[in-house]
């Protein structure tokens, strides 16, 4: 299949989830055993969609890393299980490790305390030219930093900065950071992999009797469970606030993992689709050089030869 071909069938996959303007917004709204017409006998279909569009990945990135105009920013946000690992493992497979950069965020450090809670993503913000992917990010301080106050009062804030308005505030910050990276080409797509509580539950009772899969169960992941609800709110604030023309959220239904990253990759073609990505066109000074290399390397084979 053709790259324009792969990009006119992108959009109309990744489009049903993507969410522009938050103030209507509702989690309850979105299913997350969704997977549009296709069925549980169509996974074939998807698996094999998913790889022609592996492919295309590769091809654009390519021109954008040649390019060396934009950035990409995609940010995975999602419950314990949800499959960010296994989306950002498969869709990514076929990008050339040199043009992408992976970082997991995990419990900041003394030292991250010590700053503002931006600063330890902004220190990994992608190059021109690459594609970068937060498995977690700084949407953390409006998920679970909000369910669990505890972990504000670590952040050594002042403490007449800590109001009713700050989860309001936060949401502004982050919505005028993501503007400015806009403005200087980055482009940034957000990812809420929306799992069920069923399915996370089926999914922890897997690893728990998969003896190769026990080493990703951690007590703690149980333990949030009971605060379900406190982050289903969090996560439909957070998107209802945070979700712009220039930083779109894509509320992806992760309950079928092959529909999941069929959703992620259509989406990230989308985003690159719309750059007119291309390989950098050579000068005629440019041309020229080359000509002379080209015929010095002719010489030399030549010598070569009457050797």
Same mark, same amino acid.
């Given at each position: 299949?053709?790259?324009?071909?792969?990009?006119?069938?992108?959009?109309?996959? %990744?489009?049903?989830?993507?969410?522009?303007?938050?103030?209507?917004?509702?989690?309850?709204?979105?299913?997350?055993? +969704?997977?549009?017409?296709?069925?549980?006998? +169509?996974?074939?279909?998807?698996?094999?969609?998913?790889?022609?569009?592996?492919?295309?990945?590769?091809?654009?990135?390519?021109?954008?890393?040649?390019?060396? /105009?934009?950035?990409?920013?995609? *940010?995975?946000?999602?419950?314990?299980?949800?499959?960010? !690992? $296994?989306?950002?493992?498969?869709?990514?497979? $076929?990008?050339?490790?040199?043009?992408?950069?992976?970082?997991?965020?995990?419990?900041?450090?003394? @030292?991250?305390?010590?700053? !503002?809670?931006?600063?330890?993503?902004?220190?990994?913000?992608?190059?021109?030219?690459? *594609?970068?992917?937060?498995?977690?990010?700084?949407?953390?301080?409006?998920?679970?930093?909000?369910?669990?106050? @505890?972990?504000?009062?670590?952040?050594?804030?002042?403490?007449?900065?800590?109001?009713?308005?700050?989860?309001?505030?936060?949401?502004? #910050?982050?919505?005028?950071?993501?503007?400015?990276?806009?403005?200087?080409?980055?482009?940034?797509?957000?990812?809420?992999?929306?799992?069920?509580?069923?399915?996370?539950?089926?999914?922890?009772? %897997?690893?728990? =009797? !998969?003896? +190769?899969?026990?080493?990703?169960?951690?007590?703690? =992941?149980?333990?949030?469970?009971?605060?379900?609800? =406190?982050?289903?709110?969090?996560?439909? @604030?957070?998107? /209802?606030?945070?979700?712009?023309?220039?930083? &779109?959220?894509?509320?992806?239904?992760? +309950?079928?993992?092959?529909?999941?990253?069929?959703?992620? %990759?259509?989406?990230?073609?989308?985003?690159?689709?719309?750059?007119?990505?291309?390989? &950098?066109?050579? =000068?005629?000074?440019?041309?020229?050089?080359? !000509?002379?290399?080209?015929?010095?390397?002719?010489?030399?084979? #030549?010598?070569?030869?009457?050797?």
């Amino acid at each position: 299949m053709k790259l324009k071909e792969v990009i006119q069938k992108a959009r109309p996959l %990744a489009e049903p989830f993507r969410v522009s303007d938050g103030s209507k917004f509702r989690l309850k709204h979105v299913d997350p055993g +969704d997977t549009l017409q296709l069925k549980s006998e +169509d996974k074939p279909l998807a698996k094999e969609a998913l790889a022609i569009g592996v492919q295309a990945l590769t091809t654009l990135q390519d021109m954008l890393y040649a390019q060396d /105009r934009w950035a990409v920013l995609l *940010i995975f946000q999602a419950m314990d299980a949800a499959g960010k !690992d $296994g989306a950002i493992k498969h869709v990514m497979s $076929g990008v050339n490790p040199q043009g992408c950069q992976v970082f997991s965020f995990k419990s900041p450090t003394s @030292e991250d305390l010590d700053h !503002d809670y931006l600063w330890r993503c902004m220190k990994c913000l992608p190059e021109r030219g690459r *594609i970068g992917i937060f498995n977690r990010s700084y949407y953390e301080e409006m998920l679970v930093v909000r369910v669990h106050p @505890e972990f504000l009062k670590a952040q050594k804030l002042p403490p007449e900065l800590i109001s009713k308005k700050i989860w309001d505030n936060r949401a502004k #910050d982050i919505r005028n950071f993501e503007h400015y990276l806009a403005r200087n080409g980055v482009v940034v797509r957000k990812f809420f992999l929306h799992l069920s509580k069923a399915e996370q539950q089926k999914r922890f009772l %897997a690893r728990l =009797d !998969d003896p +190769d899969k026990k080493w990703k169960f951690s007590t703690n =992941d149980a333990k949030e469970r009971g605060y379900w609800d =406190d982050y289903m709110n969090a996560y439909e @604030e957070m998107i /209802r606030n945070t979700a712009t023309d220039y930083a &779109p959220w894509y509320v992806v239904p992760a +309950d079928n993992k092959w529909f999941t990253r069929v959703v992620v %990759a259509s989406a990230v073609i989308d985003a690159l689709s719309s750059l007119n990505l291309a390989y &950098p066109k050579v =000068d005629k000074a440019k041309q020229k050089e080359l !000509d002379a290399v080209r015929h010095a390397l002719m010489v030399s084979n #030549d010598h070569l030869g009457a050797g």
